[in-house]
């Protein structure tokens, strides 16, 4: 009788591993699956707010095109701005920077 009383004890720690197996991998398989749904979830969120933050850059630079457009010489006279002829301190151009040295082949 003692061999079929080991046997029996051998085959249920035989089965109580495998169900504790079983288990340690569906609870890692769980965790592994909410893991991709919130990856997901949060990957359209961050889509999302990519947009607007595109949209919102739009609405800006097209703000700034119209206050440049709307820069004339009367709202520079209001401004108390004079022109200045004749004199190169805000540009400057090199005689080497030239459209034939940097794009001739």
């Given at each position: 009788m003692s061999p079929k009383y080991q046997s029996i004890t051998l085959y249920e720690r035989t089965v109580?591993?495998?169900?504790?197996?079983?288990?340690?991998?569906?609870?890692?398989?769980?965790?592994v699956l909410l893991s991709?749904?919130?990856?997901?979830?949060?990957?359209?969120?961050?889509?999302?707010?990519?947009?607007?933050?595109?949209?919102q850059l739009s609405a800006l630079e097209a703000n700034?095109?119209?206050?440049?457009?709307?820069?004339?010489?009367?709202?520079?006279i209001n401004h108390q701005y004079t022109r200045i002829d004749g004199t190169t301190f805000a540009v400057r151009k090199d005689a080497i920077a030239s459209y034939t040295v940097l794009y001739a082949r």
């Amino acid at each position: 009788m003692s061999p079929k009383y080991q046997s029996i004890t051998l085959y249920e720690r035989t089965v109580h591993a495998m169900i504790g197996t079983l288990s340690v991998l569906a609870l890692v398989y769980c965790v592994v699956l909410l893991s991709l749904v919130f990856s997901v979830i949060e990957r359209k969120q961050n889509t999302i707010a990519s947009r607007d933050l595109t949209s919102q850059l739009s609405a800006l630079e097209a703000n700034y095109a119209n206050k440049l457009a709307s820069i004339n010489e009367s709202t520079l006279i209001n401004h108390q701005y004079t022109r200045i002829d004749g004199t190169t301190f805000a540009v400057r151009k090199d005689a080497i920077a030239s459209y034939t040295v940097l794009y001739a082949r």
